[in-house]
């Protein structure tokens, strides 16, 4: 079975990861292990708690979406620094075999600045998928 570790926060109910995924598993019986970080918004005042309910948020949504996918799928809410969620994940023992980022477009992705595909990829060993995505609404709360 191939495992894979699936990095998203703004991006993550979108179409292009649900496609991606959806294309993973035409390669094989899959298992999804989602991360979302609880990133706090660009703007505006914030605590961790509402950080974390956000995250929460979406990753509900996400695991509900995924479910139409042939695959194992789980999850859970990261730390708000994305290396360091995918870092905790890995810490425990698990392993996966690539790890799927999904991002926002070049110009509008944090992430993207801060290499994150390439960081992990170095950090980790393990391949990364990138997908493209598009600002998905923010869940209210």
Known sequence: MHRYLVVANR???????????RELTMHGPCAFH????AEPP???????TQARATAEVRLQEALRR?????AEVDGEVGDANPPQAVEDV??????????V????????????????????????????????????????G
């Open 11 to 21: 991006t993550l109910t979108g179409t292009q990861l649900l496609d991606r995924l």
């Open 34 to 37: 989602v991360v979302v970080p």
């Open 42 to 48: 660009r703007s505006g005042a914030w605590t961790e």
């Open 66 to 70: 995924f479910s139409v996918l042939d």
């Open 90 to 99: 890995i810490m425990r023992g698990e392993r996966f075999d690539a790890i």
């Open 101 to 140: 980022v999904s991002t926002l477009p070049h110009g509008l992705s944090h992430w993207l600045k801060l290499d994150l595909p390439g960081r992990l990829e170095g950090r980790t060993g393990l391949r990364v998928i990138h997908v493209i995505g598009h600002r998905e609404p923010s869940p209210p």
